[in-house]
């Protein structure tokens, strides 16, 4: 990925880092011209991990429908939602 927008994102005591930004399977979006989304978190050594999921806009809205279906937001989560959209 060849990150375009950072933003940094903590998730219970571990700080990490969301990423959009052009993915590696369309570098520069010159395919599609879309971006994909990261979660990047440190390793046990606190280097970034290699393991970080990268997902493609749809896969990404994909999750979060899953999650809302299966009510796995909670109401703090869905109030964000609502808000951005």
Do not use: C, H
């Not at 899953?66 to 939602?81: F, I, M």
Request: hydrophobic share 35%; charged share 35%.
């Amino acid at each position: 990925m060849v990150p375009i927008y950072r933003e940094e994102f903590r998730v219970r005591d571990q700080d990490g880092e969301l990423v959009l930004g052009w993915p590696t399977w369309d570098p520069q979006g010159k395919k599609w011209g879309r971006m994909s989304a990261k979660y990047i978190y440190p390793d046990k050594a606190g280097r970034p991990s290699r393991g970080a999921p990268e997902v493609s806009m749809e896969v990404l809205v994909g999750m979060v429908k899953l999650a809302v279906k299966n009510g796995q937001l909670r109401e703090q989560e869905r109030k964000q939602l609502r808000k951005l959209l």
